[in-house]
């Protein structure tokens, strides 16, 4: 079931009910079911059964995530009561961190977002060290300076969020490029080669020219028996389709024509039988 939380929640939460159903009475199945209602947003739900593992067990590592269904279900005040508890003293400094999350995002919620940024400096946010938790939390702080009008400081740390930011938890990078002004174009977008291949495939439109499907080279669409060579074709841009009739020569110019042949090979046989008798 915890394999299907990032990629299926849904069914994760499916699986989470059948299992409170056959082992309610274990611990690590009512924190498993909390956390497949937390990651589809029954926080009422995910309250109850991280309650419940928390009664079983006596450990205050949920107590975060707790604060933060109060946060869900639009009790941020009880959060922030939360964060005062004394169970925080007993969260390791990965939980410490995460209920500094939480209490800056019911500010948030409650629209304090001075006292937001201010919830978030802390020794963690300024250590250049870089823990699993550092993108989110520097990510978290650059949010907070923009809801608070600080635009200008926010994109430092969205830089340095999403220098710490290895593993892709956050969109620090998308954001910072956001501020500014870069647009990002993803080359596999199949959409995208879909319309590159429209483009592609769009018949070119000759320049000044008015497009017309009118103009035919070839108008014996039957048998076209002679092929030429594109040097051998000069197309003329004002053809009409229309093949003008070839003048015939003059009757005179036949005449002459012929009679010269004929005395051409008058003369041949003579030199011939002269040959012949010499």
Partial sequence: ??????????????????????????????????FASYITQRYSEALTEFRA??????????????????????????????????????LDKAGQVEMRLVAAGARGDMEQFDAAVVTLQSPELASSAVHPWTARLRYAYAEALI????????????????????????????????????EFIDVLD????????????????????????????????????????????????????????RAEAPEAGRADVTDKAEKAEKADKVEAEGDARG
């Fill in 190 to 245: 199949p959409e995208l080669a879909e319309d590159d291949a429209e483009q592609d495939e769009a018949p070119a439109k000759k320049r000044g020219a008015d497009n017309s499907e009118d103009r035919v080279i070839f108008e014996d669409e039957e048998d076209v028996e002679e092929y030429y060579d594109e040097d051998d074709l000069e197309i003329d841009e004002e053809f009409d389709g229309v093949v003008p009739e």
């Fill in 53 to 90: 593992a928390r009664r079983m067990t006596g450990r205050a590592d949920l107590w975060p995530v707790m604060a933060d269904c109060e946060r869900g279900l639009g009790r941020p005040e009880r959060a922030l009561a939360m964060a005062g508890e004394p169970e925080v003293k007993q």
């Fill in 147 to 182: 809801a608070a009008g600080r635009g200008d400081e926010a994109r430092d740390w969205f830089a340095k969020a999403a220098e710490a930011d290895t593993d892709g938890t956050t969109n620090a990078s998308e954001r910072l490029a956001e501020i500014d002004g870069v």
């Fill in 1 to 34: 079931m915890a394999r299907l939380l990032d990629t299926e929640p849904e069914e994760a939460y499916h699986y989470s009910r059948v299992a409170l159903r056959l082992a309610s009475r274990v611990a690590a199945v009512r924190e498993a079911a909390g």
